[in-house]
């Protein structure tokens, strides 16, 4: 069974830093890509914020390439989002996803809320 697990949310003025983590269980980390994704406050639809790939290739969405780091440590079956000079518009629930061909693997959700 694969789980994953999420932490690391919480509240944080305007231009200060998170690092959320998600431990996966269940399958061969090191041979996953891992992704994050986000759904803000009234949107029905999670957007995609950034991935890595199993060859340590990271990609991001626009509105917050420069800011947040995605990065893995093989070792502990773990991805991390570390994000800085956040945006009251990067609240949001986090989720972090496994992508897979027989249906992709969701965490619970981490709480991130930016204030001013």
């Known amino acids: 069974q694969v789980l994953l697990v999420e932490s690391g949310g919480g509240k944080v003025q305007a231009g200060g830093s998170l690092r959320l983590s998600c431990e996966v269980t269940g399958t061969i980390f090191s041979r996953q890509a891992m992704r994050w994704y986000r759904q803000a406050p009234g949107k029905k639809e999670r957007e995609w914020v950034t991935?890595?790939?199993?060859?340590?290739?990271?990609y991001y969405i626009e509105s917050v390439e420069g800011r947040f780091t995605i990065a893995r440590d093989n070792a502990k079956n773990t991805v991390y989002l570390q994000m800085n000079s956040l945006k009251p518009e990067d609240t949001a629930i986090y989720y972090c996803?496994?992508?897979?061909?027989?249906?992709?693997?969701w965490g619970q959700g981490t709480q991130v809320g930016v204030f001013t």
């Open positions: 991935t890595i790939t199993s060859d340590n290739d990271a």
């Open positions: 996803n496994l992508p897979d061909t027989g249906g992709d693997y």
